[in-house]
């Protein structure tokens, strides 16, 4: 049983209701957008991450010193 409540801001009375299946549909395939979109922010992340690891070892492969590359990469 999935429900929502609704709460009457007038007179703060709080009501439980069951989801329609309609509701639980679009509740599910919001999860599911969700989860798509999170999974391509970190995909993101990790790129991110891996192509300033990847130009550090370069840049020291070079002589820059850490100081040197924090300054350039940030």
Do not use: H, W
Request: proline share 0%; charged share 25%.
């Amino acid at each position: 049983m999935t429900t929502k409540l609704i709460i009457d801001c007038v007179t703060g009375a709080t009501t439980e209701v069951e989801l329609s299946v309609a509701e639980i549909a679009q509740r599910e395939a919001d999860a599911e957008a969700f989860a798509e979109q999170e999974a391509t922010r970190q995909a993101a992340i990790t790129a991110k991450a891996t192509a300033k690891a990847s130009a550090t070892t370069k840049l020291k492969a070079l002589g820059l010193s850490d100081a040197e590359i924090e300054a350039l990469v940030g």
